[in-house]
């Protein structure tokens, strides 16, 4: 290895060096020496790791996408649920019903008597039978 003793010898050698990889690197003599053949199941390791990683986060942002539409759908349904049992409970009032009758014309008359406890004794119900 050669000393360089100044700042600018040294960052020139660096980049010689740098540029010196790169070339060997495209032109394919990187490849064939056998210190990269040796690493090869290693780097063959870290480049499925990496795709695993890609992949993985691919997934969780098509779960996050699946979780706010579920919520929006959700959102959206307790509104309907909500505005559907409001209108069921104005729709369901005594006074509302007796309207929709007598305007339909059916014939039936609201009853102002309370109605009556029809009391029954078990022989009496035992003789019907």
Known sequence: MRVVKNKAG????KKQGFFKSLVGLVNGNALAREEFVVHLPYMMFLALI?????????????????????????KEMRSECIT??????????????????????LGLKESYTPPKKIVVKSQEYSAVE
């Open 10 to 13: 040294a960052k020139k050698a």
């Open 84 to 105: 559907t049992k409001s209108d069921l409970m104005y729709i369901s009032k005594q006074s509302k019903i007796a309207g929709i009758v007598e305007e339909r014309g």
């Open 50 to 74: 990496a795709l695993v990683y890609i992949i993985n986060g691919y997934w969780a942002e098509s779960a996050v996408r699946n979780i706010n539409r579920s919520s929006i759908e959700l």
